[in-house]
Structures are given as C-alpha cells and as structure tokens.
C-alpha cells in the first residue's frame, strides 16, 4: 500500500512570502503530524491532527498553521517566511494517535 | 523539561560488529517508545516499545525498554555497511514525539 506523500519535495522561497505544503497519509490513517528537521535543533513537533481537529501543538509561531480535510490529507502554511524556517518539514501519518508514526520522504524549504 | 538523550552521538564499526545504541528519556504522559533509521530524508519505522522487558526483534535488529530506569536500547549484530544510518529515538507524549539527537553510525567495510 503507498506510504506517505509529501509535495512538493523541494521549494525555494524568498523571506516575507508564505507557502503551503502538502501531506497525504497512508490510506486508512487518521492521524497526521508535522515536524521540523534542522541540523541544529533536530526533529522539533509543529502540530498534530485527528479527524480534521488540531489535538496537539508544539512551540512554534503563529506563522505555522495547519489544517486537515475530510480524507485525512493535511496541509501546512508558514506565512512571513524567514531565513530560519529553512528546513525539512516532515510529515508522519498514524492510524490512531498513540499508533505506530510513519514518515514521508519531506519537504525541504529553503528561504532565501 | 521533557527530554529524549541518545548515546553515542556517532559512532565508527566494521562490518560483522555488533552495536549497542542507548536512549534515555525524562517525559512526563509517557505512552511509548519509538525507533527509526534515517538514511537520505524519511525516518523509517524499526520499532515501537510499549512495555518493559518485552524484546522486539527483526532480522538482525532487536530493542528493549526498561520503564523503571527510563531507557531503552536498539542492538544491531552482524553489521552491514547499508546499516549506515541516523538511529533516531522518540517519546510518544500522547500523540507528541519527542526525538533524541539522534546516533550517527558508520559501518565500514
């Protein structure tokens, strides 16, 4: 069965703009979360949803936000981009909250 | 603070070692323990440890957790140079993981 699907797996914005990246969870999973790869701060939680509702935020900005539709795919915004949000945003999709987290492949920003 | 603390940070082996890799964690709702090998970009799923004393084991990897002392270990015997990963340890916090840094290892033909 496929995995997780991220898109798109590599941007380049400029600081200011705003971008939206995407997550498709494994078929059948409900739950999806984000995370932030940095070579200094490591995996770092954004946010995490169940059933189209936000059950679980780390501590990040407002400028980080997310949303879940019906089918379970997920998107996260950054808006006002900074050179410090260059990273790889990963995705995990679960079954159920507290059920084995799979990855997908991510998406790695660059701001410039 | 809640924390997740991996040992060795990286570490060197040839090829047929056996290698111990540690993780241990202070988080509070804890609810279990998971590890992953990141090669390029995605964290791949190798185990998730639920109850003490219970080994999980798959081909040459195996892992414990000891809830009482808080840690849990991720063995790999017979080494391969396509064991050449980043060996990432997390906490489910209800939902939340909490990753370690991470052990970088190296297996060397």
């Known amino acids: 069965k496929a995995g997780v699907t991220q898109t798109p797996r590599y941007l380049i914005k400029t600081r200011g703009q705003q971008v939206t990246l995407s997550c498709s969870p494994i078929?059948?999973?409900?739950?999806v979360s984000w995370y932030q790869q940095t070579p200094g701060q490591g995996l770092q939680f954004l946010f995490e949803?169940?059933?189209?509702?936000?059950?679980n935020k780390g501590n990040f900005p407002g400028r980080f936000s997310g949303r879940q539709f019906s089918n379970s795919r997920s998107e996260m915004n950054v808006s006002t981009l900074e050179l410090g949000d260059s990273a790889l945003y990963l995705c995990?999709?679960?079954?159920?909250?507290?059920?084995?987290?799979?990855f997908g492949q991510g998406t790695r920003l660059t701001v410039v | 603070e809640d924390k997740v603390v991996q040992s060795p940070l990286s570490l060197v082996v040839h090829e047929g070692d056996t290698v111990t890799l540690n993780c241990s964690y202070e988080?509070?709702?804890?609810?279990?323990l998971l590890w992953y090998k990141q090669e390029k970009k995605a964290p791949t799923f190798l185990f998730m440890l639920?109850?003490?004393?219970i080994e999980k084991k798959s081909g040459r990897l195996s892992s414990i957790l000891d809830k009482k002392e808080l840690f849990s270990i991720l063995n790999i015997t017979a080494t391969q140079t396509g064991d050449s990963a980043i060996y990432l340890c997390?906490?489910?916090?209800?939902?939340?993981?909490?990753f370690g840094q991470g052990t970088e290892l190296s297996v060397k033909p």
């Open positions: 995990a999709s679960s079954l159920l909250v507290n059920t084995e987290a799979f």
């Open positions: 078929s059948g999973h409900r739950s």
């Open positions: 949803y169940f059933s189209e509702t936000q059950i």
């Open positions: 988080v509070t709702n804890f609810r279990s």
């Open positions: 639920t109850s003490s004393g």
């Open positions: 997390a906490v489910n916090q209800g939902g939340k993981l909490i």
